[in-house]
């Protein structure tokens, strides 16, 4: 059984460096997925922020790509989202996920990050 479970911090100051890691449970992120963070912030819908592919390839959402990289840690199976320099906009859940074409079928429980000083 796959799963998927973010951490980090849920507190994080403005200007700051937001850092989430997903951790893969069941299938190596080596292989034939892309693993993606998306967040979703009060009130709004759910906004993709990039993804790494199983080759290591990383692609960002263009409004945060100055902001944001995402990489991975094999031996851990691990996939770790920054974000910096955030503002109370970045406030959200943020979900680590997994695609192979199309929808996302897999995804963690999410976790509660709020920017405010």
């Known amino acids: 059984q796959v799963q998927l479970q973010e951490s980090g911090p849920g507190l994080v100051k403005p200007s700051q460096t937001l850092s989430l890691t997903c951790t893969v449970s069941?299938?190596?992120?080596?292989?034939?997925?892309?693993w993606a963070w998306i967040r979703q912030s009060p009130g709004k819908g759910l906004e993709w922020i990039g993804y790494i592919a199983y080759s290591g390839s990383t692609y960002y959402n263009s409004s945060l790509k100055s902001r944001t990289s995402i990489s991975r840690d094999t031996a851990k199976n691990q996939f770790t989202l920054r974000l910096v320099s955030v503002t109370p906009e970045d406030t959200a859940v943020y979900y680590c996920?997994?695609?192979?074409?199309?929808?996302?079928?897999?995804w963690g429980q999410g976790t509660q990050v709020t920017v405010s000083s």
């Open positions: 996920a997994r695609t192979l074409t199309g929808p996302y079928d897999l």
């Open positions: 069941g299938a190596s992120i080596t292989t034939n997925y892309y």
